[in-house]
C-alpha cells in the first residue's frame, strides 16, 4: 500500500476534520502517502487532489465542518462519472480509498470498487446516527449536545410564559437525536418515527399535563416523524387546546455545526486509524465502526441497506420520565 486517498462526502458532520486527520496521520505513521480530494467524489472526477503531510492537518481536530469540503456529486451516480472517477484516481497512483460520509456516500464507494476494483473504506461521518454497523457516527453527540442546549435555552421562555413549544430536530428517517436529546432535556413528550404515536396520545397526554397543573411544556419533534411536521402538528394542538400558546422552532442547521465533542473527536481519531489499518491488511469495501467499544468492520453492502433499531429500553426511560 503506497498511496491512500482520503474524502468527505454527503452531509457534513462536526468531527470530519478530525477523522481526515487521523487517516493522514496513520497513513505517514505507516510508510503510506497520503492525498486529499476536495469536494467528496466531485474532486475525484475534476482531479482536485492534493498530497498532504502531518502539518496539512494541524489545528482542525477542534473544528466543526470539513476543511476538504462536501459536495453531493450527480455524475458519480453515473457509470461514466465513476470510471472518469477511477481514471484519476489510477493516474495519481491511489491503492486505496478512505470515504467518510453517510449511507449515499458508502453506495458511490461501494460501486466504484466493485466496477473499476478501487479498495474502499467507508467512515461513518453523519450527525443522524442512522449508519447500520456502528454504535455512533461521527457528529453525533456533538449535535445531541448542540440540541440539548438549544431546548434547556427554550425551557427558559417556555417556563417564563406558559408556552408549549414543539421543537423539530434532525435525524432524517431516524429518532435517535430526539429521544436522546429529548431524555436529556427533560422534554414532556417525544415524537420519534420509530415509535409512531396517534396524534390524539399527543392530545390526550397534553391534556393530562395540563390537570396535572402544568403550564408549559416542551414537545421535541423528529424530523422524520409521520404526524405532518411541527406546523401541523402545532395547528393542531391549538385546536384541541384554545388556551394554550403553542410555539414553533425548527433548530435546523445549528445541530451539524460547533465545535466537536471530545466524543467524537476520539471516536474520529479511533475510526481514521481503523480504516487506514483495514487497507493495510488487504480489506476493503468494508465500514469501520464501533460496536460494544470495540472497533469493527461491516460490509458496506449491509451498512447500507440495514437499520439500527431504537433501544427499546431508551423507549422505556423515555416513558417513565417525560410526564
Ligand atoms: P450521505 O453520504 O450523507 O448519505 P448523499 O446521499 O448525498 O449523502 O450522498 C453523497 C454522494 O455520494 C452523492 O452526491 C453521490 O455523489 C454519491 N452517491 C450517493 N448515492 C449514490 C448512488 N446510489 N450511486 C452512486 N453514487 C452515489
Given at each position: 500500500?503506497?498511496?491512500?486517498?482520503?474524502?468527505?462526502?454527503?452531509?457534513?458532520?462536526?468531527?470530519?476534520?478530525?477523522a481526515?486527520?487521523s487517516?493522514?496521520?496513520?497513513?505517514?505513521?505507516?510508510?503510506?502517502?497520503?492525498?486529499?480530494?476536495?469536494?467528496?467524489?466531485?474532486?475525484?472526477?475534476?482531479?482536485?487532489?492534493?498530497?498532504?503531510?502531518?502539518?496539512?492537518?494541524?489545528?482542525?481536530?477542534?473544528?466543526?465542518?470539513?476543511?476538504?469540503?462536501?459536495?453531493?456529486?450527480?455524475e458519480?451516480?453515473?457509470?461514466?462519472?465513476?470510471?472518469?472517477?477511477?481514471?484519476?484516481?489510477?493516474?495519481?497512483?491511489?491503492?486505496?480509498?478512505?470515504?467518510?460520509?453517510?449511507?449515499?456516500?458508502?453506495?458511490?464507494?461501494?460501486?466504484?470498487?466493485?466496477?473499476?476494483?478501487?479498495?474502499?473504506?467507508?467512515?461513518?461521518?453523519?450527525?443522524?446516527?442512522?449508519?447500520?454497523?456502528?454504535?455512533?457516527?461521527?457528529?453525533?453527540?456533538?449535535?445531541?449536545?448542540?440540541?440539548?442546549?438549544?431546548?434547556?435555552?427554550?425551557?427558559?421562555?417556555?417556563?417564563?410564559?406558559?408556552?408549549?413549544?414543539?421543537?423539530?430536530v434532525?435525524?432524517?428517517?431516524?429518532?435517535?437525536?430526539?429521544?436522546?436529546?429529548?431524555?436529556?432535556?427533560?422534554?414532556?413528550?417525544?415524537?420519534?418515527?420509530?415509535?409512531?404515536?396517534?396524534?390524539?396520545?399527543?392530545?390526550?397526554?397534553?391534556?393530562?399535563?395540563?390537570?396535572?397543573?402544568?403550564?408549559?411544556?416542551?414537545?421535541?419533534?423528529?424530523?422524520?416523524?409521520k404526524?405532518?411536521?411541527?406546523?401541523?402538528?402545532?395547528?393542531?394542538?391549538?385546536?384541541n387546546?384554545?388556551?394554550?400558546?403553542?410555539?414553533?422552532?425548527?433548530?435546523?442547521?445549528i445541530?451539524?455545526?460547533?465545535?466537536?465533542?471530545?466524543?467524537?473527536?476520539?471516536?474520529?481519531?479511533?475510526?481514521?486509524?481503523?480504516?487506514?489499518?483495514?487497507?493495510?491488511?488487504?480489506?476493503?469495501?468494508?465500514?469501520v465502526?464501533?460496536?460494544?467499544?470495540?472497533?469493527?468492520?461491516?460490509?458496506l453492502?449491509?451498512?447500507i441497506?440495514?437499520?439500527?433499531?431504537?433501544?427499546?429500553?431508551?423507549?422505556?426511560v423515555?416513558?417513565?420520565?417525560?410526564?
Open positions: 500500500l503506497k498511496k491512500v486517498g482520503v474524502l468527505t462526502s454527503g452531509g457534513d458532520a462536526p468531527g470530519m476534520n478530525a481526515i486527520r487517516v493522514v496521520r496513520s497513513c505517514i505513521f505507516y510508510g503510506i502517502e497520503p492525498v486529499a480530494i476536495h469536494e467528496g467524489y466531485k474532486g475525484l472526477i475534476d482531479n482536485d487532489l492534493e498530497i498532504m503531510n502531518a502539518r496539512s492537518v494541524a489545528n482542525i481536530i477542534n473544528q466543526g465542518g470539513t476543511f476538504l469540503k462536501s459536495a453531493r456529486c450527480q458519480f451516480r453515473t457509470p461514466e462519472g465513476r470510471a472518469a472517477a477511477y481514471e484519476n484516481a489510477k493516474a495519481a497512483g491511489l491503492d486505496g480509498l478512505v470515504v467518510i460520509g453517510g449511507d449515499g456516500s458508502f453506495t458511490g464507494a461501494m460501486l466504484l470498487e466493485k466496477e473499476h476494483g478501487l479498495p474502499c473504506i467507508g467512515v461513518p461521518g453523519t450527525i443522524d446516527n442512522d449508519i447500520f454497523g456502528t454504535d455512533f457516527t461521527i457528529g453525533y453527540d456533538t449535535a445531541l449536545n448542540t440540541v440539548v442546549e438549544a431546548i434547556d435555552k427554550i425551557r427558559d421562555t417556555a417556563t417564563s410564559h406558559n408556552r408549549l413549544f414543539l421543537i423539530e434532525m435525524g432524517r428517517d431516524a429518532g435517535f437525536i430526539a429521544l436522546n436529546a429529548g431524555i436529556a432535556a427533560g422534554a414532556e413528550e417525544i415524537l420519534i418515527p420509530e415509535d409512531q404515536k396517534p396524534i390524539d396520545q399527543l392530545m390526550d397526554s397534553l391534556e393530562n399535563s395540563g390537570r396535572a397543573g402544568k403550564t408549559s411544556s416542551i414537545v421535541v419533534v423528529s424530523e422524520g416523524d404526524s405532518g411536521g411541527v406546523f401541523e402538528l402545532s395547528r393542531a394542538v391549538e385546536e387546546f384554545p388556551a394554550y400558546e403553542v410555539k414553533v422552532t425548527v433548530l435546523g442547521h445541530q451539524r455545526g460547533g465545535k466537536p465533542s471530545c466524543y467524537d473527536r476520539v471516536l474520529a481519531s479511533r475510526l481514521g486509524v481503523a480504516s487506514v489499518e483495514a487497507l493495510r491488511d488487504g480489506i476493503s469495501g468494508v465500514m465502526g464501533v460496536r460494544d467499544q470495540k472497533i469493527v468492520q461491516t460490509p453492502e449491509e451498512a441497506s440495514k437499520h439500527n433499531a431504537i433501544d427499546s429500553n431508551l423507549l422505556k423515555a416513558d417513565i420520565v417525560t410526564v
